[in-house]
């Protein structure tokens, strides 16, 4: 729902959402979602970011418990090293909860700027994911790290290299999407797409969940098989495609939702 969001559905949303419980009134949450696509939004991510930005103690309660664990292991996969991966999530974890302070007292926390859009998980990867790639700039300011990796790592947007990276990376995962079989397809869309569960999809094709699980790893798996032989075959070097994909701070289930989300709307 767009534009005017009607007052039952916010106060429908506002109670399934916990908002009450992390001191969000219902006007200010209203507020939140009003003039966005509500069906697209994480209304539950957005509400415990919003809350946690704001002080909540439940809010903050609920996040270390839901996502403590998952920063610290994301971390250490994109840094590729547990004591590199703890102090990059502990950078995060400064940023989240505020350690810079306005003149009027007020913690100012990267939360604030997370819009609902996509998963509160997928975000927090996007932000560890280009920490890591600025800290390696700026520890390897006098080595040609380009070089190193015989290609341009994610960068800023306005870089050039940066940008022909994520255009070569779209247009191997197109290609890695347009030749998979239609039930692979339709496996990936409701469940990065619809965002239905493993046991929902299992009894819409009637397996069990567990082989559903499987499948999706499988898919998964060989999409970045061919994703990155895909982007071989344009002259990028292996260990470079590699590194674009792993690094890639959409994710490549973000990546996924977008390019199904265009073709289920072509």
Same mark, same amino acid.
């Given at each position: ?72 292991? =994301? $971390?250490? *996969?994109?840094?590729?090293? &547990? ?5 990059? /999530?502990?950078? !995060?974890? #400064? ?79 197109? =290609? $890695?999407? *347009?030749?998979?079989?239609? &039930? ?5 869309? /409701?469940?990065? !797409?619809? #965002? ?71």
């Amino acid at each position: 729902m767009q534009g005017i969001l009607r007052r039952e559905t916010a106060e429908q949303l506002y109670a399934e959402s916990g908002a009450a419980e992390f001191g969000l009134s219902c006007g200010e949450f209203a507020g939140m979602l009003e003039g966005q696509n509500v069906q697209s939004l994480r209304v539950k991510d957005l509400v415990l970011a919003r809350g946690c930005a704001r002080g909540n103690e439940k809010a903050w309660e609920c996040f270390m418990a839901g996502y403590r664990g998952k920063m610290y292991r =994301a $971390a250490a *996969a994109i840094a590729r090293d &547990e004591q590199q991966g703890r102090e990059l /999530a502990d950078w !995060l974890y #400064g940023e989240l909860y505020g350690v810079r302070v306005e003149a009027d007292g007020r913690r100012l926390s990267r939360l604030e700027s997370f819009g609902g859009r996509g998963s509160l998980e997928g975000w927090l990867k996007t932000i560890l994911a280009q920490e890591y790639v600025n800290r390696l700039r700026r520890q390897r300011k006098f080595v040609a790290f380009d070089d190193e990796l015989e290609t341009p790592v994610q960068g800023e947007a306005g870089d050039p290299g940066a940008a022909a990276q994520r255009e070569a990376l779209a247009r191997a995962t197109d =290609a $890695a999407l *347009a030749a998979l079989g239609g &039930e692979d397809r339709f496996v990936l869309a /409701a469940y990065y !797409l619809d #965002g239905r569960t493993l046991a929902e999809i299992g009894r819409m094709l009637g397996t069990h969940e567990s082989t559903v699980s499987r499948k999706v790893d499988k898919i998964t798996a060989g999409l970045r098989k061919q994703i990155v032989a895909r982007l071989c075959k344009e002259g990028w070097a292996k260990r470079a495609a590699e590194e674009m994909l792993e690094l890639d701070v959409r994710d490549l289930g973000v990546n996924m939702r977008e390019k199904l989300a265009q073709e289920r709307g072509a």
